[in-house]
């Protein structure tokens, strides 16, 4: 069974935090990871990827990987109203066929 | 990064009746991928459409209710058949960021669908 799991909130943070959000997935062949950022009617849109164990940095955002306990989270420093929405992670399926299994997503509020 | 449009942006439909909803890109990829997401909920993927071959559908999803056509590079259909209440959704189109690959995915804006 393919699986991504994430924590479906909502988590709640004051502005100016850091907001952590976490997700787990059980294919140990898993090479690439996505997050995605969704407001409210509006669709996905891509904040990071990650393909290597470790930290990625990429302004407030960052994204750690651990293949070992098969979890990849993110971070997003210095916490923005504008940061609420809901956050999708992505995980590539090492399968016969291309497959991207979604996560259910986590709903951010940030707290003025 | 792709421009993806979609049309129509949303409708109502009756129960029985079909839909089909159009993804249009700004450039030329191989592979474009046809999504559900139902409220609140996340993305599912209906199916597959490569150009020149048949599109692929994910467990679950068939092709006389879902039937795709992908005439061309830039250009695919995706139609709601005989649709009931439970097709009630958000439909996206994406493509891959490379266009060929497995990659970065970019969305269209979706097709919001209310069955009655």
């Known amino acids: 069974q393919k699986e991504v799991e994430q924590n479906s909130g909502p988590l709640s943070v004051p502005e100016g935090a850091i907001a952590s959000l976490n997700c787990t997935y059980s294919?140990?062949?898993?090479?690439?990871f996505f997050w995605y950022r969704q407001y409210s009617g509006k669709s996905p849109e891509l904040i990071m990827f990650i393909y290597s164990n470790g930290d990625k940095e990429d302004g407030r955002f960052t994204a750690q990987l651990n293949k070992a306990s098969q979890y990849v989270s993110l971070l997003i420093r210095d916490s923005q109203p504008s940061d609420s929405a809901t956050y999708l992670c992505a995980v590539e399926y090492m399968d016969s066929n291309y497959q991207l299994i979604w996560g259910a997503g986590t709903k951010l509020i940030i707290k003025p | 990064s792709a421009v993806i449009s979609q049309k129509p942006s949303r409708d109502i439909c009756q129960r029985g009746t079909s839909l089909t909803i159009q993804c249009q890109v700004d450039?030329?990829?191989?592979?474009m991928f046809w999504y559900r997401q139902q409220p609140g909920q996340s993305l599912t993927l209906i199916a597959t459409a490569n150009q020149g071959s048949e599109a692929t559908y994910e467990s679950g999803f068939v092709i006389d209710k879902f039937p795709i056509s992908r005439p061309n590079l830039t250009f695919s259909t995706l139609t709601v058949s005989n649709m009931s209440p439970e097709d009630s959704s958000i439909y996206l189109c994406?493509?891959?960021?490379?266009?060929?690959?497995?990659?970065?995915?970019?969305f269209g804006p979706g097709t919001r669908l209310t069955v009655l």
């Open positions: 450039s030329q990829v191989t592979m």
């Open positions: 294919d140990r062949g898993s090479q690439s």
């Open positions: 994406s493509v891959p960021r490379t266009g060929t690959s497995t990659d970065t995915q970019y």
